[in-house]
């Protein structure tokens, strides 16, 4: 054999070797403990991560990874909404009240007016003849009455000389009063003739914000059928808005104790426009809709509502102080009501207690998942700790602790926002699961991953 064949032969060799070598210990052969038959190669106590391909492959699984907060005492606002309608305090149409020809119109469109300002005129020419017509008319009859209480007296002064009769006196007497009627009858025409004339001047009722005009100088106005424009009254403002029947009680219990205050927002709940009172609440329920609705009333110096607009609206009705507060996506609903998962520490031989009835709950992991202890440990822990949030919710590094779940029943309060207060079932500084519920059981161990602050 030429030493050329020889050398191709030996590179062969070893190419197959160093394949066999990379393949052997990809497999893991090569890795085995070679300890005697009976001893565990890994022990509870050894310092070497359990975490490890070999491990798994071996029947080890993680612990279900959890995400807790803490229940925390604080001030949580009782607070309802509902969506809301402004409306003008007062609206009022204006109209002519007399027939005539538009000849001026006297404000802009939009703008802001005073009671007695000036809107429209109307042609005044037959009303201002009219009224000297029964001006004229007031003092022919006026003229006619002073004419007989002079023939009256004259008859009188007669009467005591015999140049005239009683008859004559009683007749005169009864002309004057007939004259005095005609002239009251007069004086009514007169002051009817100069109303009118002051019709020509249509002014504003009330402090308000004008519409616009829908009819322009030169046309025929009729009285009472046509609205020249419509005046809002905008401040103060009224919020109109609905609650659920199941809230009559509230509200009464804090119309009668305080002053009801709202928050009134823009229709994507991005901006505050206003801050307002509770005025009144309706008589009676809506049947159709099982609402009740409530009327208040804000002030509107920067001109941030208008009439008719959809807002949200946000009623404080109380304020509990010191109360025991939770995310309310950390309340899980079972058969029989709403409750949490509570991270606990269970110490090797303990058999944990519940809170809420002082009894034990269930039999923790059995003593053939205690290998499951070293899967998945946090960096910077011994082989053999779990790491675990004890009741300073600092992190507990005591050998032998396990960080299991208690299922635990509590009783709810109102919900502000995406809180909510517990009333019963936890404490404060209890640890609460938010995330990661789905596979957990009475007593299940646990890997805290994430604390939500």
Known sequence: MSSTKYFKYTIIILLVLVSCYFLLNYLGVLGQSTE????????????????TPNARGRGARALPPVRVVSVIKGNLPNQLTSIGTVSAS???NVMSRINGELISVEFTEGALVKAGDILFKIDPTSYEIALSQAQGQLLKDKANLDNAKADL????????????SEQNITTQQSLIRQLEGTVKTSQALYDKAALELSYTEIKAPIDGVTSLVDISVGNFVQSNTQILTTLTKVDPIDILFSLPERHISQLQQAKNTQEIAIEVWDGFLREKLANAVVLSINNQID??????????QSSNKENKLFAN?????????????????????AIQNGADGPFVWRVIEKKEG????????KSPQSNLAPEENKENLNVQQPKNTRAGDTENLNDSNTVDKSPNAKTIVQRVAVKLGY???DSVVILDGVDAGDMIVTDGVDKLTEGSLVNIVDETR
């Open 36 to 51: 005697p038959s009976g001893q565990s190669p890994i022990s509870s106590n050894s310092n070497m991560p359990t975490n």
């Open 90 to 92: 007062e609206t009022v």
């Open 153 to 164: 007296a004259r008859f009188i002064r007669l009467q005591s000389q015999g140049g005239v």
């Open 287 to 296: 049947t159709a809709t099982g609402t009740i609705q409530i009327k208040a």
């Open 309 to 329: 607009q959809f807002v949200n609206v946000k009623i404080n009705l109380s304020e509990q102080q010191d109360a025991l507060i939770l995310p309310f996506f």
């Open 350 to 357: 303990e058999n944990p207690v519940n809170k809420n009835n």
């Open 415 to 417: 919900r502000h926002q």
